[in-house]
Structures are given as structure tokens and as C-alpha cells.
């Protein structure tokens, strides 16, 4: 790997977590930070997510990634940039409708040469493509990335004028000092809980389940719901019915296998459906496909759901 797993026992800046928020942030610290700033990244997990998680990049994200300085390219690459044989897919805006009657209304976002933005949508792509440019770009800038590296103890020598007061503990048992730790793993942050720092607010119990599906025609074929293969513009619809509300994301234009292009489905109900989808099965998704959207009643597909592409079904308080 040209980015080293050896984790080095003095650095500058300790970034904790790997994710999208932790990525960005090294690079934009070795971007805008004094000359031989010495950054490393830890994260308890053991290498690179290949999950999809948060899908949409927003317009405003899009500028801020192009903000990581001139030899940079990741903005670029976020748009233009195949992972594994697959650039997601420009939001063109939603189109809303029913059960009953089929789509009665969309939303779409201004031409490109009246748009106050140069990306004037948002980008569909799955979080593990957008974690791997930034790795990429981190790669190039040679920051470190010590995977299989949680934190599980700080300290910081508040009383001396040492240059590096903050000690980390990692849970290989390595310790690592640090002029600044930053945290960037999350809403169940490990750091924010070892310093005791409140994290103010409520818990909403809203209720919803996602998966990522594959949908075939009944007869076989492949189809994109809610997308022109040719342009990657997707319209994708939202749906309501007497069993909730439901929104299909086409995360690809075209399949980058032999298999159907990658949708993610969510939907959003009761208590009484919740309670249905809590056991995470395939099962429960297809039931929730067949019931509740106007897909076959409007293109013959179904969507064919198996647990291999199943990527959460869960209820979420």
C-alpha cells in the first residue's frame, strides 16, 4: 500500500475516523496547513467500508471537495471518476405521485447557465466510492491512514508546555501524541464520550427502512427506474399509498455486471409496518415492494430482491 498502516508515535494532527468527514478533513488540513505538517488518520475498522450508506452529494459538498487546492482533483473525480466501473448518477430532481394516478408532478433543477452553482445537482453515488477519491487524493498527498486503530484512551497534559499534550490509546495498545486530535467518528463519537463533551438533543422515533434492490422486468430484463442511461440524469419518483410513502434512487444508469443496475429503496410508514421490517429480511423488502409502489403497474418490472444486495432494513429511532 502506498499508504503505510505503521503508526508513528509523535504527529502533528490525529484525525479520528475514516470516514467521508475524516477523509476530507486531512486532506483539506495537508492542503491549507504550514509545510511538513505530519497528519495521520486512525479507525477501528480494519480497512476500507464497501457499504453504500449515505448515497446523495449535494451541490454545495461538490464545491466545498474543490476547495482541496489546485493539484486536487477529487470534485472532478467525484463526477467524472468510475469506481469499479461505475459513476453514479446526476439528480436531475424528483418527480412526486401516487398509487393511483402515476406521477402528477416534478422538480427540476436550473439549467447549467443560469444555476448559481457549476454543479447544479446533486450527485447519487454510493459512500464507498466517494471514501475511495478521497483516499486516492490522500494517497497522493502521503497522509496516513492506520486502519484496525480505535481509539479507546485520551490524555491531555494540560499543566506542561510539552509541544505534543495530547496522548491517544489506541486499542493495539500503541499510544501516539499529538499537538491537536480532531474527532470525525461519528454521532456515537468515542472520543466526544471519553472527554465527557455533551451531545445535546433528541432522539426522533421516526421509523423507516432501506435497501439496496436490483430490478428486473418480469420477462427478464434490466431497468432503471427513474433514469436515462444515456445522459445519467435520473428523475426519480416518490410514491405515496395507503402503506406510507416510498423513494426509489437509481444508484446506477447501467449495470456493471451481469447483473441489474443497483436501486436504493426507502420507505417510511406506522408502527404496524415498522414492526414488520424490523427482521431485516429480504422477504420483508419484496413484500414492502409488491404492496406498496406502482412499479409493475407502470414499467412490468418487479423488483427482485435477494439478500446478497440487501443493505439495511431496519427501523431507525
Known sequence: MSISDKIPDVADIVVVGAGPVGLYLAAQ??????????????????????????????ARSLETLAFLGPQSTVARDMVMTPVNGDKGVIFGGPMLGDAASGPIASIAFPPADTAQSPYPFAL??????????????????????????????????????????????????????????????????????????????????????????????????????????????ARPPTMSSSHGVILVFPLQTTATTNDAPLHRIVALGGDEQAAQWRDGTSGAVQDRVDKDTYIDKHTGAAAGVAPPTLAASSAVQ
Open 124 to 233: 447519487v453515488r454510493v459512500q464507498s466510492h466517494t471514501e475511495r477519491i478521497l483516499i486516492a487524493d490522500l494517497e497522493r498527498r502521503g497522509v496516513r491512514i492506520a486502519w484496525d486503530s480505535g481509539v479507546t484512551g485520551l490524555h491531555v497534559d494540560e499543566g506542561s508546555d510539552a509541544t505534543h499534550p495530547v496522548t491517544a490509546t489506541l486499542n493495539n495498545q500503541h499510544g501516539i501524541k499529538c499537538r491537536y486530535l480532531v474527532a470525525c467518528d461519528g454521532g456515537k463519537s468515542t472520543v466526544r464520550s471519553l472527554l465527557n463533551i455533551p451531545f445535546p438533543g433528541h432522539t426522533r422515533s421516526d421509523m423507516f427502512w432501506m435497501a439496496d434492490v436490483r430490478i428486473r422486468t418480469r420477462d427478464g430484463r434490466t431497468t432503471t427506474w427513474g433514469a436515462d442511461p444515456t445522459s445519467r440524469v
Open 29 to 58: 488540513l495537508h492542503e491549507y496547513s504550514p509545510k511538513g505538517t505530519s497528519i495521520v488518520i486512525v479507525d477501528r475498522s480494519t480497512g476500507p467500508s464497501t457499504l453504500s450508506k449515505a448515497i446523495a452529494v449535494h
